[in-house]
């Protein structure tokens, strides 16, 4: 069964370096979403993305977040300057036809900013 | 704004038990989508069920079953004949017809033998 993959399952970094979240959504869906879980708390949406631009942000989505499709298949995260706040659990999600669409979601990144 | 309540924050039984899971949500599209996502101890996010707000049938899919009143904008969830295997925690999640989720704060079922 296809499913959403996630690269890596855990990254560390310091304060103000830049990480990268990768994700592969399922191959034929077009809808890519990006939430996070600060541990012990709800799931929330950071940003969605069709047809190479983002379709909505969240207010967490600052200027510090960017996502990308670099190629066909790949579905990224970028956080250009990390602060601690910045640690949770990344989840990206795929859905297949349009935004009502069921929503399936990879097994997350655990990111933790030291 | 569209706001999702799971008033429970933990549900205690013992297997075999039957489990029922409230969510009560707020909207005011008069199309949207409600969704149940179940989170075990390994931490990924499971797709269960999924309901439109033009379809109120409710249903019976194996153990889970579900009551979706729009008049009292609940979407409950039930799980009959508990299993260790359930324990988990249990989001509620409403969207629009752009896919944003909103999710609820959680429910933690735990099932002991």
């Known amino acids: 069964e296809p499913e959403v993959t996630q690269t890596p399952s855990h990254q560390v970094t310091q304060m103000g370096q830049e990480v990268i979240l990768r994700c592969v959504p399922i191959?034929?869906?077009?809808?890519f979403y990006w939430y996070r879980q600060i541990l012990g708390q709800k799931v929330e949406f950071l940003v969605s993305?069709?047809?190479?631009?983002?379709?909505?942000k969240s207010e967490i989505f600052d200027d510090q977040f960017s996502v990308e499709r670099p190629d066909g298949s790949n579905f990224t995260l970028k956080i250009r300057s990390t602060k601690l706040e910045d640690s949770a659990m990344y989840f990206c999600?795929?859905?297949?036809?349009?935004?009502?669409?069921?929503?399936?979601f990879g097994p997350g990144t655990r990111l933790t900013v030291l | 704004a569209q706001k999702v309540t799971q008033a429970q924050t933990e549900i205690s039984v013992v297997e075999k038990e039957d489990v029922t899971l409230d969510c009560v949500y707020e909207t005011r599209d008069t199309t949207y989508y409600l969704f149940w996502y179940k989170q075990p101890p390994s931490g990924e996010l499971v797709f269960l069920i999924r309901?439109?707000?033009?379809?109120?049938q409710n249903e019976i899919s194996g153990r889970y079953s579900w009551n979706f009143q729009k008049s009292t904008s609940s979407f409950n969830f039930t799980i009959t004949a508990s299993q260790v295997v359930d324990s988990a925690v249990y989001f509620c999640?409403?969207?629009?017809?752009?896919?944003?989720?909103?999710f609820g704060a959680g429910t933690q079922v735990v099932v002991t033998p």
């Open positions: 993305f069709y047809n190479n631009e983002i379709s909505e």
């Open positions: 999640a409403l969207s629009d017809s752009w896919g944003k989720l909103q």
């Open positions: 309901r439109n707000s033009f379809d109120e």
């Open positions: 191959s034929n869906h077009l809808y």
């Open positions: 999600a795929s859905s297949e036809t349009s935004g009502s669409d069921t929503q399936y």
